[in-house]
């Protein structure tokens, strides 16, 4: 049973009361598969900050569907005090991870909605608020199956394929950013290898890539991170593929951390390293890389989480920041819904999108 | 309490009966400090098969005192009995793991003595092979000291210092290779932080160097392999130290899976790369890394040893090297006990040895 088998829309979607956000756990992933109908604004914060939802695009789409969910349970009368509110329960999801830019911009369409509607009755402002977030969701598989297809031009039968972390349906909707062209690539009869790093500490590639290649029958690997220098010397890869939670204007992207690594031994070894990002994660406010903020984490994630017993001395510091920023000099190209871009990023994004 | 302290030696030693070998069994640290008297001929060589007792150094030391425990019990009366069976016991152990060129080294060397003293008594050549055994021991607490000594010449006060794997005394004996200097600094009041990769997917990193940093009162903060290009790109890393599992005549390593990567990174950001090498550790009849066999480990490692549940599912195929060579052109300096060699290795490291 694969993710897609069972949540045909990705693994957000509004409940079918209209009143609830339901998701597959991906933290219990892959030894369970379980679903959670949110409602409740702590249990809707918590999902996004436990990574029981993950992925740049499927946290845009939950956090859209969780404030309307939120906005639906409004005791207010007047527009005033639901306006508010709103934006009470908008800063608090915003609040709960700071890098990937889909969060923040998910939140902002539903606000402008929101505000647009001012002065119609409460239940239609929602209505026009849930229609949004629906549009958001639409969007992002529209945008990720054009980018799977543009990712094809860059692979050949055979190739061997590393991946990081977790660009599949899981992290976003249908095929996924990173991960969208080997779905589309079986679909065409193309045989793809890939290589996917575990991605500690959280695993995300270990626990839920391989799970979902696995389930599409997709020919997988797993490796430990730190293994990739390795098969990029014995000549198994021929391209990276990676997925973005934030990319400045300028192509410096912020992704899952290690990603700036995998692209230096790339670049070392004469492979191709590529991003795959639709509009939604691009942030124009961002001039560059160093205007990202970079999440840090609990050092337990590094130390106990996962393992029967934990890993180093309880007085062992940790260091855990959630992402790294990948120079935009190490990116091949960046594969958007609209094409591939390549260097000068700055002047070819701003021309895609702009 | 610190390994140094229960074992001043190192975490390996001949048994006070002269007829086992002790070792703290590394498996199980930091969470339990347990001590292995071993004797027989299949748990001497599991030791060294699960890591019980790991580190290229350690390894050799304790492959010669294994040998010699078996020599002991043997019931040959004449010595071309005695001879063969100490040859099937030192085959036996030398392919318990094939990358470490110590292991093979030092039975070589308890060989030759067995072989010098053909016809003498039995129990009196098995006390000359015990000799050699202290020796070697001997000799890589001489060795550890002396890199130690020389690693200082490397480093100023303050400066932060990634590590890979575990090169300190669990590995060797009393100070270390790679973390050798970090002792003697601290002894000789110079402040050096640790950046400590965790080193999956044994995580000799993590349960290990941390431990014996820390045991020591040395600062150090544990972080996972990924994240070591943000770290130096953050500025927080002077120098990567990384002992060895086998040097080659031209000076290409063999060391823990991911060591490669890690000079690479280092070259990337214009950070020197040590490799602290004992000449026991180096393999002349290697013209280069490529007559390295490299060890393929089971797949559980990665999936399942040390997690409560299984990381992945149980039909996901794993590719598991142990170590990976690190090419020459990307080390600064190879530390060895008759000082810093720099490029050209295939001539320095000639001059200095042969």
Known sequence: MSIESVTPMGSVRLGDDGASVVIVDQSLLPNEIKYLVLRGRE?????????????????????????????????????????????????????SRPTAVNLRKALDRIDNIAAANAGKPIPEIIDAMKAEAVKIHQEDISMCRAISEYGLELVRDGDGILTHCNAGPLATSRYGTGLGTLFLAQERGITLHAWCGETRPLLQGARLTTFELQKAGIDCTLICDNMASLVMKEGKINACFTGC??????????????????????????????????????????????????????????????????????????????????????????????GICRSPYTENLAAMFK
Chains 1, 2 share one sequence.
Request: one cysteine or more; hydrophobic letters at 40%.
């Open 245 to 338: 939670d934030r990319a400045a204007a300028n192509g410096d992207i912020a992704n899952k951390i290690g990603t700036s690594g995998i692209a230096i031994l790339a670049r070392h070894y004469g492979i191709p390293f590529y991003v795959f990002c639709p509009s939604s994660t691009i942030d124009f406010a961002c001039k560059t890389g160093e205007d990202i903020k970079i999440e840090q984490r609990a050092p337990e994630e590094i130390k106990e989480k996962f393992f029967m017993r934990p890993i180093a001395l309880p007085e062992v510091k940790c260091y855990n920041p959630a992402f790294d920023v990948t120079d935009n000099s190490l990116i091949t190209a960046i594969i958007t819904e609209k």
């Open 43 to 95: 249990e809707l914060y918590e999902a996004i900050l436990e990574l029981r939802v993950r992925g740049a695009p499927a946290i845009g789409i939950f956090a859209a569907y969780a404030v309307c969910v939120l906005a639906g349970q409004t005791k207010a009368s007047a527009y005033d005090d639901f306006y508010n509110e709103f934006n009470r329960n908008k800063a608090y999801l915003d609040s």
